[in-house]
C-alpha cells in the first residue's frame, strides 16, 4: 500500500510538471525569451547567423503584426523592414544584452493574450562607450498553428535612454 501511494505521487508531480512545462504561460514565456537572445549580439555576426536571427524573429511574430517602436522606429508591419530595424540597431552596436522585468500576462480565452514588460537594454556602441534604455512594452499575443506569436507589440513608456539607441 505504501509503494502504492509513493508511485501516484510521483506519478502526479511529473503530470503537474508536465502540465506547468508545455502551459500556455510558458510557452508565450519560452517564445519571448527566444526572441530576445536572437536580438541580442556578442560579437561578429556570421551569414548564417543572421539568417538564423531573421528566422526566429519572423516566426515570432504572427501574420498583419503591428509593432508600434516609437521613439526608436515607427509602425513596423513588414516582415523586411522588422529585420532591417533590428539589424541596424544590431549593426550599430558591438554587443548588446537585453533582459526583461515587471512581466505580467493575461492569457483570455478562443487563443488570445496580453503581456506588459518592462525591457532592459545594456549594450556598447561601435568606436562608443557603454549605454542602454529600459522601456514597458505592451504585448498582444494570438495563438495558432505555429504556437503562440506577436500580433501587436507597442512601446508604451521609455523609463531610461542612455544612448545605446538615437
Known amino acids: 500500500m505504501k509503494r502504492l501511494g509513493i508511485l501516484l505521487a ?26 530576445e537572445r536572437a536580438c541580442e549580439k556578442q560579437g561578429p555576426s556570421s551569414a548564417l547567423s543572421l539568417l538564423n536571427r531573421s528566422r526566429t524573429l519572423l516566426d515570432s511574430f504572427a501574420p498583419g503584426f503591428v509593432v508600434s517602436a516609437h521613439p526608436y522606429a515607427g509602425t513596423i ?12 540597431y544590431r549593426g550599430r552596436a558591438e554587443l ?18 496580453e503581456m506588459s514588460v518592462v525591457f ?13 534604455a529600459r522601456f514597458r512594452a505592451n504585448l498582444f499575443w494570438v495563438k495558432g498553428d505555429g504556437g503562440w506569436k506577436i ?7 521609455v523609463l ?6 538615437p
Open 10 to 35: 510521483a506519478v502526479v508531480v511529473v503530470a503537474a510538471g508536465w502540465s506547468s512545462w508545455h502551459s500556455d504561460r510558458r510557452r508565450i514565456d519560452r517564445r519571448l525569451e527566444r526572441l
Open 77 to 88: 508591419s513588414d516582415p523586411r523592414e522588422l529585420v532591417q530595424a533590428v539589424e541596424g
Open 96 to 113: 548588446v544584452r537585453i533582459r526583461d522585468t515587471d512581466r505580467s500576462l493575461r492569457i483570455g480565452k478562443q487563443g488570445t493574450a
Open 120 to 132: 532592459v537594454v545594456q549594450g556598447r556602441e561601435r568606436g562608443g562607450g557603454p549605454g542602454g
Open 151 to 157: 500580433r501587436d507589440l507597442e512601446i508604451v513608456q
Open 160 to 165: 531610461e535612454n542612455r544612448g545605446l539607441f
